[in-house]
T-cell receptor
Framework: DTEVTQTPKHLVMGMTNKKSLKCEQH?????MYWYKQKAKKPPELMFV???????INESVPSRFSPECPNSSLLNLHLHALQPEDSALYLC????????????????FGPGTRLTVT | GDSVTQMEGPVTLSEEAFLTINCTYT??????LFWYVQYPGEGLQLLLK?????DKGSNKGFEATYRKETTSFHLEKGSVQVSDSAVYFC???????????FGAGTILRVKS
């Protein structure tokens, strides 16, 4: 099973709403990622979790709050978003890499299409 | 810093034409190189990868060879199909950190 699942597929929310995006993988991967992708652009890394601990935060605004409750699940909590936050949000997972060691490919989910009104 | 440059698109081809999408990289160390494909309305799928110089990645008729001397990883396919229409991203990953560096992406349109 090389699948990363994401829910919901589509989400429309107002600027005062609180919502969450969910991501799940059962490949035993210990690194999980959130990306934001605008139309016609490559994905931009937001957060990386390694062994359920946040290891990279790419200076993302605090209205985005990630959470990794266990090794299979990754959430992204959304609050007080702006219309410019509308985008495709992609989750990915991979084996975690040892120091200076092998590089593992990332497996991506289908994404959540978020619209902020 | 590390970076990836891809040829600009869109690339428009007729079915059964030969495809080349150019990709070059800049990196301070020895990256692994990847091609990802994104079909309309979907997430990214790994198409192929190469982890060291002169490695050739291949999948579904696509090929790319890791050329250290020219810092390139060009994607090729001998005969494209309409179903290959998608956006193709070249990417690198360094041996340190967990961070893919993507190129801008190349849109491929194949006409029947």
């Amino acid at each position: 099973d090389t699948e990363v699942t994401q829910t919901p597929k589509h989400l429309v929310m107002g600027m005062t709403n609180k919502k969450s995006l969910k991501c799940e993988q059962h490949m035993g991967h210990r690194a999980m990622y959130w990306y934001k992708q605008k139309a016609k652009k490559p994905p931009e890394l937001m957060f990386v979790y390694s062994y359920e601990k946040l290891s990279i935060n790419e200076s993302v605004p605090s209205r985005f709050s990630p959470e990794c409750p266990n090794s299979s699940l990754l959430n992204l909590h959304l609050h007080a978003l702006q219309p410019e936050d509308s985008a495709l949000y992609l989750c990915a997972s991979s084996q975690d890499k040892p120091r200076g060691g092998w590089i593992y490919e990332q497996y991506f989910g289908p994404g959540t299409r978020l619209t902020v009104t | 810093g590390d970076s990836v440059t891809q040829m600009e698109g869109p690339v428009t081809l007729s079915e059964e034409a030969f495809l080349t999408i150019n990709c070059t990289y800049t990196a301070t160390g020895y990256p692994s190189l990847f091609w990802y494909v994104q079909y309309p309305g979907e997430g990214l799928q790994l198409l192929l990868k190469a982890t060291k110089a002169d490695d050739k990645g291949s999948n579904k008729g696509f090929e790319a060879t890791y050329r250290k001397e020219t810092t390139s990883f060009h994607l090729e396919k001998g005969s494209v199909q309409v179903s290959d229409s998608a956006v193709y991203f070249c990417a690198l990953d360094m041996e340190y950190g967990n961070k893919l560096v993507f190129g801008a992406g190349t849109i491929l349109r194949v006409k029947s």
